[in-house]
C-alpha cells in the first residue's frame, strides 16, 4: 500500500493492520516525524522505518526517540541500508511476538497453578475433616485412624 501523504497514510492506517510502515521526512502535507509519533502512540503499532533525503543528526536522533525501527538516507547507501533496516525491524516484529506468546504461556500457566492450589486446599482439607471426624467418632477403629494419619503424613519412620 502506498499513501502519498500524511492524511493518506493515517487513513490508510486506521482501516488495515501493518507490520512496517516505510516513512517519508518530508511529505507534502506533512512532517514524517509527526506522523510517526501519532503511529507509534496507538497501541499495537508497527514497526516503522523512516527514510529521508536529508541526512540531519537531528532527524535521525528524534525518529530513534520516537521509536523508529530504522532511519535510512536516500543516497547511494540506500540499496544496502534498506534492506538491513528492514531485517532489523522484521527481527523486532520476531521479538515482539515471541515476547506475546510467552506472556500468554506464562499467564495460563500461572491460571493452572492457581487452580492446581485451590484444588489442592481443597484436598487437604476434606481430609482435616475427615480425621477429625473419625477422632471424634468414639466407636471408629483406631487402626483406620492410624492408616489415615499415615497417609497424610508420609511414612513413619520406624521402618514398619
Not at 78 to 100: C, D, N, V, W, Y
Request: with cysteine.
Amino acid at each position: 500500500m502506498i499513501a502519498h501523504d500524511c492524511c493518506a497514510a493515517r487513513a490508510e492506517l486506521a482501516g488495515g493492520h501493518f507490520d512496517i510502515v516505510l516513512l517519508d521526512y518530508q511529505l507534502p502535507d506533512g512532517n514524517g516525524l509527526a506522523l510517526l509519533h501519532e503511529i507509534k502512540s496507538s497501541t499495537g503499532s508497527p514497526s516503522v522505518i523512516m527514510v529521508t533525503g536529508q541526512g540531519d543528526e537531528e532527524i535521525a536522533a528524534e525518529a530513534v526517540r520516537l521509536r523508529a525501527s530504522g532511519y535510512v538516507v536516500k543516497d547511494h547507501r540506500l540499496p544496502t541500508m534498506l534492506p538491513e533496516a528492514f531485517g532489523s525491524a522484521l527481527l523486532e516484529i520476531s521479538r515482539k511476538h515471541a515476547q506475546e506468546e510467552l506472556k500468554r504461556a506464562r499467564d495460563e500457566l500461572e491460571d493452572r497453578v492457581r487452580e492446581w492450589t485451590r484444588e489442592l486446599e481443597e484436598a487437604i482439607e476434606f481430609l482435616k475433616e475427615e480425621i477429625a471426624e473419625r477422632k471424634r467418632d468414639e466407636n471408629g477403629d483406631p487402626q483406620v485412624i492410624l492408616e489415615l494419619d499415615r497417609d497424610v503424613t508420609g511414612p513413619d519412620d520406624t521402618g514398619s
